[in-house]
């Protein structure tokens, strides 16, 4: 059957949650989703940012909710799915954006803690989410699942071992999950964004900037002049593709890792000897 240019795009009447959604790349596919027509849920553990982004784009006439989730916490995730399937009696897109940042430092130095911390939120909050998500549109026979690793997860970086370890691992949940639901018709994909000037990088790059002893803006630039298209992503770049993957249009795309970068394919500066304690 054929499907004309602008139904193929159209989420009309979809039920979606975007998680870590209340700023950022995450508030920037909340609104793409909700603009093709679906209902959209942003769950975040900051509520009162979360509630504040859902006031502004329901006054811009979108249907969207908030609600609070913490992906850290395996049972919080599950009654969260409950809840939701109580609420509105179907799931059908799925965005896993929430994670977090590494403090950067070189992987002798690596605490078990922040480990931890960030596997915790970026990978197993991930696959909670996953694990609650799936047995829902297995019993629709229906779902689109997108998962946000990093370029970083295809080509690691250094001084961000977890971080690097956690969006790889994002990939492999991908394509594992894409293989088990797809008899029952439901899609599972993972968006690689490149480096897009949000709150999450900048507090990275500040970093960056004391262990290269370089400012800011010789910062911005360094990374603006690696990539390929020269320019640094928006927030709508990342999220015209994670719509585009929740889509009728993308009804026969399911495995897949999409890189969302200018073209750039990674970092792979070698950084130099640590000075000797």
């Given at each position: 059957m054929s499907v004309n240019a602008s139904s193929a795009h159209s989420l009309?009447?979809?039920?979606?949650?975007?998680t870590g959604a209340a700023q950022g790349l995450g508030l920037g596919m909340v609104e793409q989703?909700?603009?093709?027509?679906?209902?959209?849920?942003?769950?975040?553990?900051?509520?009162?940012k979360a509630r504040a982004a859902a006031d502004q784009?329901?006054?811009?006439?979108?249907?969207?909710?908030?609600?609070?989730c913490d992906v850290a916490d395996s049972a919080r995730v599950t009654a969260f799915f409950d809840k939701l399937v109580s609420e509105y009696g179907r799931l059908d897109i799925l965005v896993?954006?929430?994670?977090v940042g590494q403090t950067v430092a070189p992987i002798v130095e690596l605490s078990d803690q922040e480990w931890e911390r960030v596997l915790n939120v970026t990978l197993d909050g991930t696959f909670y989410c996953c694990r609650a998500a799936a047995p829902i549109m297995e019993e629709q026979e229906s779902g689109c699942i997108?998962?946000?690793?990093s370029v970083n997860g295809q080509n690691p970086a250094a001084l961000v071992a977890a971080y690097n370890v956690a969006k790889a691992g994002v990939i492999s949940l991908t394509r594992t999950l894409a293989?088990?639901?797809?008899?029952y018709g439901v899609r599972v994909n993972a968006v690689c964004p490149g480096p897009v000037y949000t709150e999450?990088?900048?507090?990275?790059?500040?970093?960056?900037?004391?262990?290269?002893?370089?400012?800011?803006?010789?910062?911005?630039?360094?990374?603006r002049s690696a990539i390929p298209l020269g320019r640094w992503g928006e927030p709508t770049d990342i999220a015209r593709a994670v719509a585009f993957l929740c889509s009728p249009a993308a009804s026969?795309?399911?495995?897949?890792?999409?890189?969302v970068s200018g073209g750039l394919e990674g970092v792979s500066a070698t950084p130099p000897k640590r000075a000797a304690n």
């Amino acid at each position: 059957m054929s499907v004309n240019a602008s139904s193929a795009h159209s989420l009309d009447g979809l039920i979606g949650v975007v998680t870590g959604a209340a700023q950022g790349l995450g508030l920037g596919m909340v609104e793409q989703i909700a603009l093709a027509g679906a209902t959209v849920i942003i769950a975040d553990l900051q509520v009162d940012k979360a509630r504040a982004a859902a006031d502004q784009l329901q006054a811009q006439g979108l249907k969207v909710k908030w609600a609070h989730c913490d992906v850290a916490d395996s049972a919080r995730v599950t009654a969260f799915f409950d809840k939701l399937v109580s609420e509105y009696g179907r799931l059908d897109i799925l965005v896993n954006n929430a994670g977090v940042g590494q403090t950067v430092a070189p992987i002798v130095e690596l605490s078990d803690q922040e480990w931890e911390r960030v596997l915790n939120v970026t990978l197993d909050g991930t696959f909670y989410c996953c694990r609650a998500a799936a047995p829902i549109m297995e019993e629709q026979e229906s779902g689109c699942i997108v998962n946000i690793s990093s370029v970083n997860g295809q080509n690691p970086a250094a001084l961000v071992a977890a971080y690097n370890v956690a969006k790889a691992g994002v990939i492999s949940l991908t394509r594992t999950l894409a293989l088990e639901l797809a008899a029952y018709g439901v899609r599972v994909n993972a968006v690689c964004p490149g480096p897009v000037y949000t709150e999450f990088n900048r507090r990275n790059m500040a970093q960056r900037c004391r262990s290269l002893n370089i400012t800011e803006d010789q910062m911005i630039e360094r990374i603006r002049s690696a990539i390929p298209l020269g320019r640094w992503g928006e927030p709508t770049d990342i999220a015209r593709a994670v719509a585009f993957l929740c889509s009728p249009a993308a009804s026969w795309i399911t495995g897949e890792t999409i890189r969302v970068s200018g073209g750039l394919e990674g970092v792979s500066a070698t950084p130099p000897k640590r000075a000797a304690n």
